[in-house]
């Protein structure tokens, strides 16, 4: 079955930076799109990032410049990388996939406080 687990939150002060990561599991990684998500307390989940199965990656206006989404094949895993964090980017993360249904992670709390 197909399973999704993020790691890599934390605290981080305003400025830092972090790296999450998503290990995927049940299905052939390499021929699906990977999502990060996030959502903020008391606000809707947002698309933050896509990275397609050829490499193309999209990102939510609020986060360009500063969010890299990747992708290792080898290693079943999509990341990403975090710089220039900003109080606002303090949500939980997800990382999704559509393969069908909708699958996600149980996510992985990001909080950006001095």
């Known amino acids: 079955q197909v399973q999704l687990v993020e790691s890599g939150g934390g605290l981080v002060q305003p400025g830092g930076s972090l790296r999450l990561s998503c290990a995927a599991s049940g299905y052939i990684f390499a021929r699906y799109a990977m999502d990060w998500y996030r959502q903020a307390s008391g606000k809707r989940r947002e698309l933050v990032a896509t990275v397609l199965s050829g490499g193309s990656t999209a990102y939510v206006d609020s986060v360009k410049g500063r969010f890299t989404i990747s992708r290792d094949n080898a290693k079943n895993t999509v990341y990403l990388e975090m710089n220039s964090l900003k109080p606002e980017d303090t949500a939980l993360y997800y990382c999704?996939?559509?393969?069908?249904?909708?699958?996600w992670g149980q996510g992985t709390q990001v909080t950006v406080s001095a």
């Open positions: 999704h996939l559509r393969l069908g249904a909708d699958y």
